[in-house]
């Protein structure tokens, strides 16, 4: 077992790779545990921004609560205390969407 820092969360396994990229801007310091716990995963469960994004992609049909690990956020990720952005699913994202493609959301998330 890895013990973890109050501020981290767990790695995404089915989507695993992460990027600091755009989040970087909204979240350039270390996250705090205040905000980890408003924003992310606190005792009663994920939480806001998580929440937002899972809520978002299942309506959008881009994604399915099946796929979405239960227990851990997936689109965003809390690592060193530093919030990354799940490039993975982003990409999966544009994969799935209409008339887009993973390029697309390389070229509107990162650039």
């Excluded at 989507?15 to 545990?33: H, K, L, Q, S």
């Excluded at 049909?61 to 809390?78: I, K, Q, T, Y």
Aim: aromatic share 14%; with cysteine; charged share 20%.
């Amino acid at each position: 077992m890895v013990d973890r820092w109050v501020v981290e969360t767990v790695p995404s396994t089915r989507f695993p790779v992460y990027t600091r990229a755009n989040v970087g801007e909204v979240f350039p310091d270390p996250v705090t545990p205040l905000s980890f716990s408003s924003m992310f995963k606190n005792a009663e469960g994920l939480q806001g921004a998580e929440t937002g994004f899972r809520d978002a992609y299942v309506r959008m049909g881009a994604f399915s609560h099946d796929e979405l690990d239960p227990d851990n956020p997936v689109f965003l990720g809390v690592f060193g205390g530093y919030c990354y952005l799940n490039a993975s699913a982003m990409r999966l994202l544009g994969a799935r969407a209409p008339g887009m493609t993973a390029q697309d959301i390389d070229d509107q998330f990162f650039g």
